[in-house]
T-cell receptor
Framework: DAGITQSPRHKVTETGTPVTLRCHQTENHRYMYWYRQDPGHGLRLIHYSYGVKDTDKGEVSDGYSVSRSKTEDFLLTLESATSSQTSVYFC??????????FGEGSRLTVL | GESVGLHLPTLSVQEGDNSIINCAYSNSASDYFIWYKQESGKGPQFIIDIRSNMDKRQGQRVTVLLNKTVKHLSLQIAATQPGDSAVYFCAENGSSNYKLTFGKGTLLTVNP
């Protein structure tokens, strides 16, 4: 157990509604990441954070925003969810030796 | 729900056999590589890593081989067990020390 908790684990929402996914870590690691996973695409980086209030875009950042007000929490927000954002979202933290440890995932369905 | 295993290359082996899963990576600047295992409904789990100054690294029942000349990575699992059934991903760091790029994965099925 890498000390990562994602919430909610499952969510169904409607197109156009805002959604926030939360990632909480107990390891005090500096780097945190949000990935999405879709069949045929593998894991793709949405946004990542390299410290409190320090974030940067990944390869699929359009339609997503993030915030990191505390070391332990990294929030992913869909301001206006679309059906193309139906996916499984994984949060990860980076260990000092370079490997990423992942949470259990949040499955989001946008109707 | 739809499985992450759909549309993936698949490898089917008998219990007790050795498995070899291959990965071609894309960025010649990558100097750090990781193999992950993902079981259905769970997050990816770290298995083993290797840096570019090595061409082989062994763990418990697993060995990773790195061929930088042809940008190829492989994961060997000895005496494969039913519990090894999962999707296996390789990841590379590209030109970044802080981001990983993942392959699409291989679905390993172990038949008892």
């Amino acid at each position: 157990d890498a000390g990562i908790t994602q919430s909610p684990r499952h969510k169904v929402t409607e197109t156009g509604t805002p959604v926030t996914l939360r990632c909480h870590q107990t390891e005090n690691h500096r780097y945190m990441y949000w990935y999405r996973q879709d069949p045929g695409h593998g894991l793709r980086l949405i946004h990542y954070s390299y410290g409190v209030k320090d974030t940067d875009k990944g390869e699929v950042s359009d339609g997503y925003s993030v915030s990191r007000s505390k070391t332990e929490d990294f929030l992913l927000t869909l301001e206006s969810a679309t059906s193309s954002q139906t996916s499984v979202y994984f949060c990860a933290i980076r260990a000092n030796t370079g490997e990423l440890f992942f949470g259990e995932g949040s499955r989001l369905t946008v109707l | 729900g739809e499985s992450v295993g759909l549309h993936l290359p698949t490898l089917s082996v008998q219990e007790g056999d050795n498995s070899i899963i291959n990965c071609a990576y894309s960025n010649s600047a990558s100097d750090y590589f990781i193999w992950y295992k993902q079981e259905s409904g769970k997050g990816p789990q770290f298995i083993i890593d290797i840096r570019s100054n090595m061409d082989k690294r062994q763990g418990q029942r697993v060995t990773v081989l790195l061929n930088k000349t042809v940008k190829h990575l492989s994961l060997q699992i000895a005496a494969t067990q039913p519990g090894d059934s999962a999707v296996y991903f390789c990841a590379e760091n590209g030109s970044s020390n802080y981001k990983l790029t993942f392959g699409k994965g291989t679905l390993l099925t172990v038949n008892p």
